[in-house]
């Protein structure tokens, strides 16, 4: 028997939707059959969960304009593996980001709009999938902090992740930890700054209190510390622009709490840096974490390692004009003529070219500003969107990774709330019959 999403419970689908959020989000692989990504079964739930409406929703997701992005995405991957072909570049995996990107926006669509269908399109549900994308990352956060304390525990994980031979970090000798996911380091750090937006923005909608918000992201916060140096500076970045928001607001704001509020920010990071580095050298087996943490405060940004690798050996562009231009098929590996990149830009560029690339950022940005309209949408997106281009600059971050599912998946989120508050307006343009409800 199918079990569709509305004949469970409300508890019952939070926890479903959880799960589903949860292996899509952090793919994490476990030692069986190579590697088995368990992020493929938040596919199968989510054919479980949307049964009886996911064809419906899936046409629905694909109107003209949608489907001429989506043949664009197409033409680049089948582009890409052109290029990469007549360059004589094998095993190259670029091809599969513009056919995710399709994949990633239907399935947040797919998502919010089975909420919508499960209420008859009386209440708009981004804002507990954004909830439960919090939760997803409060509870993984909880567990790399638990690594840190329990080292036993860590070991436990361990045993049933899969540990990529060409991956630059070796988790099970490694002081850094990557939770119950697919991979740490700074495309994890990266997507635990991103999560910690997503609380702001929900205490902007007044949907989670001062208290909540602040204990949430000093969980996240300590994890992301414990992981990887990119998402401290994306931590940073958030907290700044929160900050601005609170100011611009207690500047209308008359009330103690609304005043308050400004000053609660300076006051937890001071708060929080003197606790965290007390923490470090508390113990002398946290040295070595202490300092790698440690490097981006007391020497500054220009000066890490990792900043000094990207500036000095990584940032570079094709000398050829053709393959400036038209790309070359190349995007990690042994290059042709050029040497390796680990930033996002200039990999791209390498895949598909200048002209290809401005195609596939401008997909991104124009999705954004498509919500131009919506001040809550933009609110959500312009921020995240702003955090990853600056990290495009380190590593694919807009389009891969952790970050890149989320946003991609945010995305098709609120354009299938777009579409439920037209049906809001017109109750019966949406409707569709659920074949279980008989």
């Given at each position: ?13 939070k ?19 190579g ?55 094998e ?51 909880i ?38 996911s ?14 910690i937006?997503?609380i ?66 300076p ?15 508390a ?45 070359i ?32 950022y ?21 921020p ?47 409707k569709?019959k ?5």
């Open positions: 028997m199918i079990i569709s999403m509305n004949s469970l419970s409300d508890s019952s689908n926890i479903l939707v959880f799960f589903i959020i949860y292996l899509f989000l952090l793919t994490p692989r476990v030692n069986f059959l590697g088995f990504n368990l992020g493929n079964l938040s596919f199968v739930l989510l054919f479980f969960f949307a049964f009886p409406t996911i064809v419906a929703s899936i046409k629905k997701s694909l109107n003209v304009k949608h489907l001429i992005v989506a043949s664009v995405l197409i033409f680049l991957s089948l582009y890409f593996l052109f290029i990469s072909h007549i360059y004589g570049f095993n190259q995996i670029f091809y599969t980001y513009p056919i995710s990107t399709i994949v990633y926006f239907i399935l947040g669509f797919i998502l919010s709009r089975q909420y919508a269908l499960n209420t008859n399109g009386h209440s708009r549900h981004k804002k507990i999938i954004v909830y439960t994308m919090v939760m997803v990352s409060l509870v993984h956060s567990i790399i902090i638990a690594q840190f304390v329990i080292p036993s525990l860590k070991d436990f994980i361990e045993g049933f992740l899969y540990q990529d031979p060409l991956a630059n970090i070796d988790y099970e000798t490694s002081f850094r930890a990557r939770g119950f697919a991979a740490g380091g700074a495309a994890m750090s990266a997507y635990l700054a991103l999560s937006w997503l702001f923005y929900l205490n902007i909608l007044k949907k989670i209190d001062i208290p909540t918000t602040f204990l949430f992201a000093i969980i996240i916060s300590f994890a992301t510390f414990l992981i990887g140096r990119t998402g401290l500076v994306g931590v940073l970045i958030y907290f700044s622009i929160y900050f601005f928001y609170l100011f611009y607001k207690s500047m209308f704001n008359v009330s103690v709490i609304g005043k308050f509020k400004f000053f609660v920010i006051i937890f990071l001071i708060v929080f840096y003197f606790s965290y580095t007390s923490f470090l050298t113990s002398e087996n946290n040295l070595e974490l202490a300092t790698w943490s440690s490097e981006l405060f007391d020497n500054g940004l220009a000066n890490t390692s990792s900043f000094k690798i990207l500036t000095e050996q990584m940032l570079f562009l094709p000398s050829d004009p053709v393959h400036l231009l038209f790309g098929g190349y995007f990690e590996g042994d290059g042709y003529k050029y040497g390796r990149s680990d930033s996002g830009f200039i990999k791209t560029i390498f895949s598909i070219g200048i002209i290809g690339s401005l195609l596939f401008g997909i991104f940005i124009a999705y954004v500003f498509k919500f131009y309209k919506n001040k809550k949408a933009l609110l959500l997106l312009i995240i969107l702003l955090v990853l281009l600056i990290f495009e600059i380190k590593e694919p971050m807009l389009y891969q990774n952790f970050t890149g599912r989320t946003f991609i998946f945010l995305l098709g989120v609120l354009y299938a709330e777009e579409q439920n508050g037209s049906r809001l307006r017109n109750p019966t343009s949406l569709v659920n074949p279980l409800s008989a």
